[in-house]
T-cell receptor, first 113, second 117 residues
Framework: RKEVEQDPGPFNVPEGATVAFNCTYS??????FFWYRQDCRKEPKLLMS???SGNEDGRFTAQLNRASQYISLLIRDSKLSDSATYLC??????????????FGTGTLLAVQP | DADVTQTPRNRITKTGKRIMLECSQT?????MYWYRQDPGLGLRLIYY???????NKGEISDGYSVSRQAQAKFSLSLESAIPNQTALYFC????????????????FGEGSRLTVL
């Protein structure tokens, strides 16, 4: 079983739609959680951290369920520019252990006009 | 200009050749990393360095070596390239001592696409 699992998609949605991605992780001791965005043939970039209480950044909402060991990302009012691969990332280390990041394989989102 | 620069961006080579991928950064970060990305496997850590005198193996270090020449420079070498090392390679940096919600913030270079024939 992979340490971080995501539905690879693709998710094909029309502009303006709401879309949700889920991610599950296997290590219950994981400390922190993130969503990265990767455009085609580009480098990954941090989209947002995922807080225990849930957090929102504009049209993006991230949720964490520690009991079920899953993370979600909700995108409202999808834009063409949201088309990208979304990577779920889990830090299974303690404190600032940036060498303990585990990357999911990503979920591809294609927003259609 | 990019804060994290990788060279070359694309390279095609033959089995058995020695290859070096170079990374330099202007972010002033102590921590640097080399990852490879393969379809269906995600990003996997090859080596990392928390400062100039510190080198550590990651998840998949076999067949690779690194050199941290300065705070700003971290190079990855394939001593004798083989076809299954064909991949997209990323260098990344992070700030020291971040915890909690910032403990996953890596800054990636634009990637080096390596093809080994």
């Amino acid at each position: 079983r992979k340490e971080v699992e995501q539905d690879p998609g693709p998710f094909n949605v029309p502009e303006g739609a709401t879309v949700a991605f889920n991610c599950t992780y296997s290590n219950s001791a994981s400390q922190s959680f993130f969503w990265y965005r990767q455009d085609c043939r580009k480098e990954p970039k941090l989209l947002m951290s995922v807080y225990s209480s849930g957090n929102e950044d504009g049209r993006f909402t991230a949720q964490l369920n520690r009991a079920s060991q899953y993370i979600s990302l909700l995108i409202r009012d999808s834009k063409l520019s949201d088309s990208a691969t979304y990577l779920c990332v889990v830090n299974k280390g303690y404190g600032g252990a940036t060498n303990k990041l585990i990357f999911g394989t990503g979920t591809l989102l294609a927003v259609q006009p | 200009d990019a804060d994290v620069t990788q060279t070359p961006r694309n390279r095609i080579t033959k089995t058995g050749k020695r290859i070096m991928l170079e990374c330099s950064q202007t972010k002033g970060h102590d921590r640097m990393y080399w990852y490879r990305q393969d379809p269906g496997l995600g990003l996997r850590l090859i080596y990392y360095s928390f400062d100039v005198k510190d080198i550590n193996k990651g998840e998949i270090s076999d067949g690779y070596s690194v050199s941290r020449q300065a705070q700003a420079k971290f190079s990855l070498s394939l001593e004798s390239a083989i076809p299954n090392q064909t991949a997209l390679y990323f260098c990344a940096t992070s700030d020291f001592g971040l915890a909690g919600e910032r403990s996953g913030e890596l800054f990636f270079g634009e990637g080096s696409r390596l093809t080994v024939l």
